[in-house]
Every structure is written in structure tokens, then in C-alpha cells.
């Protein structure tokens, strides 16, 4: 995918034009919302040797943001993505626009980073539905039998988690393991539970859809196949896993 292509395709899916804010960089474009005014792509050329490549010749490259940090840290392992160039690393990054990068996979990060920096209403009203891992820890919830009697129980709500989302239960030690595929079926059902580190002010509901055997998804799986090293709160997964865990 090259700049023209972007725009074009910019153009045509978020109905937005390139502005060209700079005078002494007057090739540098910015996407803007046309609500909250926030960035959400900036194409620009900088000299190979800059992004750490080979050669002094100028690429084209485009600057988008990713809010999970761990999908961040997995994907800037890519060939043709980076941390962002002039920009906040933690939260952008930098795509090479020289073919480096499928046309494909262009698209979905600059979907990905308009839905990131869109506002709270659009947000609400465009994202599609999403895949989480969220963590269940044994000491504070019997997980193991949660689904003995019922195909849906009340859980504790994951920020940014939303109705129609899938979410994949890991169960902490000694288990260790993605045990569940469930569906979101309501969500912000208000409810207040603090007892030492744990903190709960809104529930949701989700369905059982699938069951893993306990020695499929591991953390050693995760860790060494997905690089997955840590389940802390909830997560967007890899495509890998993704298809892995709906096969």
C-alpha cells in the first residue's frame, strides 16, 4: 500500500481528507475526526537511516495509534512496523508504506487507530464486536464449576468490555490456563465489592459458548506459541490465537 492508496482509501471509508498543517514539511498529511479534531494517521517521508534501515533514501510511512499495549508490543515485531517516529511510542507507531506491509494489514491498523482516537459517542457507535482474554483468579471465585449449573453467570465488568463481545476466561494457579468461551450478553449492571486488592463496581453477564480442556491453552502455550506473558486485566488477543481459540 502505498501513500495515494491510503488516502483513497481513507477517503472513501471515513469520508475525511489529508490536511497539510506544516509549511516546511508541506508533504507531511494529517486524518483528523471531524468531531473531537483528534489525529488519528499522519503519512509523512523520512530518510530510511532515521527508522534505523538501510539506505538515506526516503519512505513513506504513516503514523496510527494503538490503545493496547500489549497488541503494541506484538506487533511492532512485524517486519515494516516500529514504534512511532516523532510521536509517543508507547502509543503510536510507524508503518512502512513501501509494501513492506500487506495492504491488508494497513487497513485494519488505521481502522484500529480511528477507533482509538475517536470520541466517546462514536466509539459507541461504530466499534464492532471484539475478542478479549480477561483473567479469573481461583482464591476470590470458584471458576473451575462456574458453568456446572448454568450457561451464564454474572462477572465482574472489564473496562472497555461491551455487550456482543467474546471474552476467553484464564484461570490463574494452579490451573494456568484459557478455560472458556463466553459471550457478552449485558453489560453495566451496577454493583460496589472491595475486599483488599479486589474492586468491583459494575457487573455483566456472559453465556458459556465453548469449554477448553485445561491442557490446550496454557500459560506455557500462550507464552511460547501466542507471546503472551502476563494476564492482568483484560486484553485484545492476537489473530493467531484468535483462530487458534475458535477452531
Given amino acids: 500500500m502505498d501513500r495515494q492508496t491510503v488516502f483513497e482509501y481513507i477517503k472513501k471509508k471515513y469520508k475525511t481528507l489529508p490536511e497539510y498543517p506544516w509549511r516546511t514539511y508541506d508533504s507531511n498529511a494529517?486524518?483528523?475526526?471531524?468531531?473531537?479534531?483528534?489525529?488519528?494517521?499522519?503519512?509523512?517521508?523520512?530518510?530510511?537511516?532515521?527508522?534505523g534501515l538501510p539506505g538515506t533514501d526516503l519512505v513513506d510511512v504513516i503514523n496510527l495509534k494503538v490503545d493496547d499495549l500489549f497488541f503494541r508490543d506484538m506487533i511492532i515485531q512485524e517486519d515494516g512496523i516500529m514504534p512511532a517516529w516523532h510521536m509517543n511510542k508507547m502509543h503510536?507507531?510507524?508503518?512502512?508504506?513501501?509494501?513492506?506491509?500487506?495492504?491488508?494489514?494497513?487497513?485494519e491498523?488505521?481502522?484500529?487507530?480511528?477507533?482509538a482516537t475517536a470520541s466517546a459517542k462514536k466509539k459507541q457507535k461504530i466499534r464492532p464486536p471484539k475478542e478479549w482474554?480477561?483473567?479469573?483468579?481461583?482464591?476470590?471465585?470458584?471458576?473451575?464449576?462456574?458453568?456446572?449449573?448454568?450457561?451464564v453467570i454474572n462477572w465482574k465488568q472489564g473496562a472497555g468490555i461491551r455487550k456482543g463481545d467474546t471474552v476467553f476466561l484464564y484461570v490463574g494457579?494452579?490451573?494456568?490456563?484459557?478455560?472458556?468461551?463466553c459471550r457478552v450478553t449485558e453489560t453495566g449492571i451496577p454493583y460496589q465489592y472491595q475486599d483488599g486488592k479486589l474492586t468491583i463496581s459494575a457487573l455483566m453477564k456472559i453465556k458459556l459458548q465453548k469449554r477448553y480442556s485445561p491442557d490446550q491453552f496454557t500459560f506455557e502455550v500462550l507464552k511460547s506459541e501466542y507471546r503472551i506473558f502476563a494476564v492482568r486485566g483484560p486484553r485484545g488477543i492476537p489473530d493467531s490465537l484468535s483462530e487458534a481459540l475458535n477452531r
Fill in 109 to 115: 491498523l488505521i481502522d484500529m487507530s480511528f477507533m
Fill in 173 to 181: 494457579a494452579p490451573v494456568s490456563a484459557v478455560l472458556y468461551k
Fill in 30 to 51: 494529517v486524518f483528523r475526526h471531524d468531531d473531537n479534531k483528534k489525529w488519528f494517521a499522519l503519512v509523512m517521508d523520512v530518510q530510511r537511516d532515521k527508522l
Fill in 92 to 107: 503510536w507507531i510507524t508503518v512502512l508504506l513501501d509494501g513492506t506491509v500487506p495492504d491488508e494489514k494497513v487497513k
Fill in 133 to 151: 482474554i480477561i483473567p479469573s483468579n481461583p482464591k476470590y471465585y470458584d471458576i473451575i464449576h462456574a458453568f456446572d449449573d448454568e450457561n
